[in-house]
């Protein structure tokens, strides 16, 4: 099915380690996002890729770097994890004629211990 | 800075109770889109709406409408004879055209409101 695909789905880390988290979308969309979820905070923005070989912070980008391979792959990497990086990260990707807008991936829960 | 405001944490109702859920945005852009989606138990993010900033025209989708007021910079969702599956998370999101115009900018969300819907 087209859409935005997240792996993993779920991920325990120790304190220290490093991951990258892997998103591709097969919907030739410009533009993806990575977003992180933490209660009552809603979505915050942590990077963005408006084009292929472009990215920019957004709102929480601390701790985090991110890296545009391609036009479908933006993958977003934890160098040294901390607890506070517990959270649950949603991928995305948007086309501006597209009836919806933003297409989300189903989402990453990392723990981090 | 773009802003969004869903200033109902939780809201708890009987089942076909209607229910309105408040947005109110931010913004010095003249073009946006506004946003609802809904989270349900399983986590995903599944999109209700999309609303541009020069269509004020309230919408209605079943059980569901929306209120677009650019003038209080609302966007408020109401829910008709809730069900209990209507439990979730709702968040309003907010965004401007990115430049170039090919695709959205950032999106905006709100703290998000967690509706319990009780048989």
């Known amino acids: 099915n087209a859409g935005v695909t997240q792996t993993p789905k779920f991920q325990v880390l120790k304190t220290g380690q490093s991951m990258t988290l892997q998103c591709a979308q097969d919907m030739n969309h410009n533009s993806m996002y990575w977003y992180r979820q933490d209660p009552g905070m809603g979505l915050r923005l942590i990077y963005y890729s408006a084009s292929e070989g472009t990215t920019d912070k957004g709102e929480v980008p601390n701790g985090y770097n991110v890296s545009r391979l391609n036009k479908r792959e933006f993958s977003l990497r934890l160098e040294s994890a901390a607890p506070s990086q517990t959270s649950v990260y949603f991928c995305?990707?948007?086309?501006?004629?597209?009836?919806?807008?933003?297409?989300f991936g189903s989402g990453t829960r990392l723990t981090v211990v | 800075a773009q802003k969004v405001t869903q200033a109902q944490t939780e809201i708890s109702v009987v089942e076909k109770e209607d229910v309105t859920l408040d947005c109110v945005y931010e913004?010095?852009?003249?073009?946006?889109?506004l946003f609802w989606y809904k989270q349900p138990p399983s986590g995903e993010l599944v999109f209700l709406i999309r609303?541009?900033?020069?269509?004020?025209q309230n919408e209605i989708s079943g059980r569901y409408s929306w209120n677009f007021q650019k003038s209080t910079s609302s966007f408020n969702f109401t829910i008709t004879a809730s069900q209990v599956v209507d439990s979730a998370v709702y968040f309003c999101?907010?965004?401007?055209?990115?430049?170039?115009?090919?695709?959205?900018?950032?999106?905006?969300f709100g703290q998000g409101t967690i509706l319990t819907v009780h048989p």
């Open positions: 999101a907010l965004s401007d055209p990115n430049a170039g115009g090919t695709s959205y900018g950032k999106l905006t």
């Open positions: 609303r541009n900033s020069f269509d004020e």
């Open positions: 995305a990707s948007s086309f501006l004629q597209g009836s919806e807008g933003y297409t």
């Open positions: 913004t010095r852009d003249t073009t946006y889109y």
